[in-house]
């Protein structure tokens, strides 16, 4: 009896692991003031969404972090809204801060959704 009792707690500590190491703490939604949306999942892909105008459009890419820094890499054979092929940014606590892709000089400043 002990021996089912301690292989059931082996097999559910494992699980409890596996499913807390593979979250990434950087997936979820961030908005900016403009409405737009940055989506990045724990895989490493991202979605773009554009509410610029009367249809809402989507921009799809992979993306990576290291080190605070972030660069995201858009899909070529996908339709791109944003009209570049990557962006660079950072990531400062809550916020991805991304530079020059809207007008020169500007910054555009993504907020995580809680």
């Known amino acids: 009896m002990k021996k089912i009792v301690s292989i059931f707690l082996f097999f559910a500590i ?3 692991v ?11 939604k ?8 940055l989506e ?11 509410n610029f105008y009367k249809d809402v459009f989507y921009t799809y890419g ?3 972090i290291s080190d605070n820094e972030i ?3 858009f899909y070529k054979d996908k339709r791109n809204y944003l009209n570049v092929e990557s962006l660079k940014g950072k990531v400062k606590g809550s ?3 991304f530079y020059d892709y809207i007008q020169e000089g500007k ?8």
Do not use: W
């Not at 990045?40 to 554009?50: E, F, H, R, W």
């Open 107 to 114: 910054e555009c400043v993504y907020s995580k959704i809680e």
């Open 40 to 50: 990045l999942n724990s895989t490493g892909k991202c979605k773009v969404i554009n």
């Open 95 to 97: 916020n991805i801060v």
């Open 71 to 73: 660069e995201i890499i």
């Open 18 to 28: 596996m499913m807390g190491g593979s979250s990434n703490p950087y997936s979820g």
């Open 30 to 37: 961030y908005i900016t003031s403009n409405n737009t949306i």
């Open 62 to 64: 992979q993306y990576t």
């Open 14 to 16: 494992i699980s409890i």
